[in-house]
């Protein structure tokens, strides 16, 4: 890490994804060349669920608030290099199902390393699929 290196920070918002200020956190951060998006899920514009009973359709929606918000930081979806997934009720269907939509996103070679965890909870209830 360079100490003595100058830094510019700058906040990324977009109008295509939820707003985030009233909870606390950025949507996105762009630090030098690399931009941190905050983590995201299946909400719509008014902070709702797509549909709280359909995992698929919370997952693609989530992949589309990161889309958009990498976006409007002028990179593209193609240029991430980790993605992290939290689940609620981790098992094999969702796993597949997240493999598969990475392989739509991603359908070359190029793949982002990535890491699921199951947890018990997350920062709201509904979120991700309350089965």
């Not at 200020?21 to 762009?30: D, E, N, P, T």
């Not at 549909?51 to 693609?60: G, S, W």
């Not at 290099?81 to 098992?91: I, S």
Request: proline share 2%.
């Amino acid at each position: 890490m360079c100490l003595s290196c100058k830094q510019s920070n700058q906040m990324i918002t977009t109008d295509s994804t939820y707003e985030t200020h009233q909870f606390g956190f950025s949507q996105a951060i762009v630090v030098n060349d690399f931009v941190f998006i905050s983590g995201q899920v299946g909400w719509d514009l008014n902070h709702q669920l797509v549909d709280a009973e359909n995992f698929e359709l919370e997952l693609l929606k989530a992949f589309d608030n990161l889309a958009n918000i990498i976006g409007a930081a002028n990179s593209s979806i193609d240029k991430i290099v980790l993605l992290r997934f939290y689940v609620k009720n981790l098992d094999s269907t969702k796993r597949q199902l997240i493999g598969r939509i990475i392989n739509t996103y991603y359908p070359n070679d190029y793949k982002p390393a990535s890491t699921l965890i199951g947890v018990e909870t997350l920062a709201r209830e509904n979120f991700i699929n309350r089965n």
